[in-house]
């Protein structure tokens, strides 16, 4: 297992042998190795062959304030000192979850006062999705159970957010929960064709109209969306689609959830993805960037029409994590949106996200193999296209986007291709000189992966 002369583990060897990754074909993974992360600072990753890699997904679109914050540590350690663990399930607190609590109620969306905590994106959404059957349940309207999503969406990986989110492999293989049902995305760029930008975000939103009309409104929920969607390929709606999709949802009395696991806590130059778009939702679920990264935390907030009753007329709401509140985690929480507020993150998203956009755009624009960038503050996405002038896909969708990630890797930059879509989500601490790097590097690898397709375009 030990390596005799370097005294250094195998990793990739024992990692081979031992570990199931998440999202992974494995015999394909086995067949390359894996790059194993050592250590981490700024916008930078370390690997265990020594090279420094930009990390232009901020680890899971999660390190917001970027890696080495020693602030963050400093209150994990001084809260474990202090109080590790407590739970807050019989009659308990504890001074962190209280602060977090308070916190969270002043810096989102006017009405959302209540929180719940758990430890990842899926169970926040999870709960949400449980909490808004028990509303109607309570309200005596039992039968309003349908939660609808969309395509492309991405809500989690446990069964209820793996049938909210929208990611057919995901229904194929491990099915998709009963009333659960499924609207298209506003992504003007795959399904835009001819309208213009604006017209086909009220195009999507009336796919919503009329899948309420189909399934019936008094069977309906909940409509579960992303503010922008990320997962699916970085998503951005046009203007006219939130307001349209709120004044359907209020009409038919559907309770909305702005599913924030990406979006929130700065990464689109706004602190929520709500704020952006001037969605008011009854529910918002968060993680990722409310503990950067650093300590699993997320929690569910939820607005007052849903938290009275929940609190004043279902009695008990038989849910519940062992670590909902996690002292560590609330406490490092704290010390992140201190940061945040302290460097003015949220601000500096939307300034580098302008900067980052405007030299991708030099160096990109007129590319033959990029048929659109965009991006709002700090995540985008660049579409790659076998014709530019048509947003033409290129066959075998994703083939294309591999090759280009692939470059990428070997140009130690960090960046997710969705089918062939390159999307990247830098932590908000990344600054112009490192945006030159990224800038550079992209281009770089779009270049490469020109050179192996072109022949393929018209
Ligand atoms: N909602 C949204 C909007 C997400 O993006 C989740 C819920 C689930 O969070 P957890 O913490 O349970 O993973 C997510 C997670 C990718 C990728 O490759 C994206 C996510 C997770 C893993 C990979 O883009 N998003």
Known sequence: MLDDISGIMDWQGVDSAHHLHPFSDHKSLHAGKVRIITAADGVFLTDSDGNRILDGMSGLWCVNVGYGQQSLVDAAAAQMRTLPFYNTFFKTSTPPVIELSQRLARLTPAGLNHVFFACSGSEAVDSALRMVRVFWQTKGLPEKRIILGREYGYHGSTTLGASAGGMVDMHRQAGRMPDFDHVMPPYWYGYGGQMGSEEFGLYAAKQLAERIAALGAHNIAAFIAEPIQGAGGVIIPPETYWPEIQRICRAHDILIIAD??????????HMFGSDRFGIEPDLMTMAKGISSGYIPLSAVMVGDRVAETLINDT??????????GHPVACAVALANLDLIEEQGLVARAAEMGALLRAKLDEALGDHPLVGEIRNEGLIGAIELTSDKRNRAFFDKRGRVGTICRDFCFGNNLVMRAVRDSMVFAPPLIISADEIDEMVGKVKKSIDQTYDV??????
């Open 260 to 269: 924030e696991v990406i979006c929130g806590f700065g990464r689109t130059g």
């Open 315 to 324: 009695g008990e709401f038989y849910h519940g994590f062992t670590y909902s």
């Open 453 to 458: 397709v072109k022949h393929e375009m018209s």
